[in-house]
């Protein structure tokens, strides 16, 4: 016994979730190919001139830090943040540096990279806050290596 005004709000109530699910799918799907392993391909080093938008870290002379990049996908806060790590058991450390800014992870993806580890994150600020790539970036190299 449903009158047809909650009927329809119901209706409503489920346009709606499924419009925020194709507004993610077509986020995630917008950063499926991983800039940081195909330039790790390529030329084995970090190139300076990527477009603004990214964000870079490498080793610095004899240190060896993890290679981070923090990329914004688009204007309303998502970003994509990749690390190449020595060890795999950092994912969950990264996880929850990761959602310690208050950022809600969308999608994360670990793979072996040679004897190295690649994780992956897609992630988009809670509650409409604004966070700086640069704050990420920051964050993820304060992590232990």
Same mark, same amino acid.
């Given at each position: 016994?449903?009158?047809?005004? @909650?009927?329809?709000?119901?209706?409503?109530?489920?346009?709606?979730?499924?419009?925020?699910?194709?507004?993610?799918?077509? %986020?995630? %799907?917008?950063?499926?190919?991983?800039?940081?392993? @195909?330039?790790?391909?390529?030329?084995?080093?970090?190139?300076?001139?990527?477009?603004?938008? @990214?964000?870079? @870290?490498?080793?610095?002379?004899?240190?060896?830090?993890?290679?981070?990049?923090?990329?914004?996908?688009?204007?309303? $806060?998502?970003?994509?943040?990749?690390?190449?790590?020595?060890?795999?058991?950092?994912?969950?450390?990264?996880?929850?540096?990761?959602?310690?800014?208050?950022?809600?992870?969308?999608? $994360?993806?670990?793979?072996?990279? $040679?004897? %190295?580890?690649?994780?992956?994150?897609?992630?988009?600020?809670?509650?409409?806050?604004?966070?700086?790539?640069?704050?990420?970036?920051?964050?993820?190299?304060?992590?232990?290596?």
């Amino acid at each position: 016994q449903c009158s047809i005004d @909650s009927l329809l709000e119901k209706t409503i109530n489920h346009m709606i979730y499924m419009q925020s699910i194709t507004k993610h799918a077509e %986020k995630l %799907k917008e950063c499926s190919t991983s800039k940081l392993l @195909s330039k790790e391909m390529r030329i084995q080093s970090f190139p300076c001139d990527e477009g603004q938008g @990214s964000t870079w @870290s490498l080793e610095a002379g004899n240190q060896n830090i993890s290679r981070i990049m923090v990329e914004n996908i688009n204007m309303g $806060g998502d970003m994509l943040v990749e690390m190449l790590c020595e060890e795999c058991s950092h994912f969950l450390l990264v996880a929850d540096a990761i959602r310690s800014l208050h950022l809600t992870i969308l999608k $994360g993806i670990s793979a072996a990279c $040679g004897n %190295k580890t690649w994780f992956s994150f897609v992630v988009e600020p809670q509650n409409n806050e604004s966070i700086h790539r640069m704050d990420v970036l920051w964050s993820l190299m304060q992590l232990p290596q």
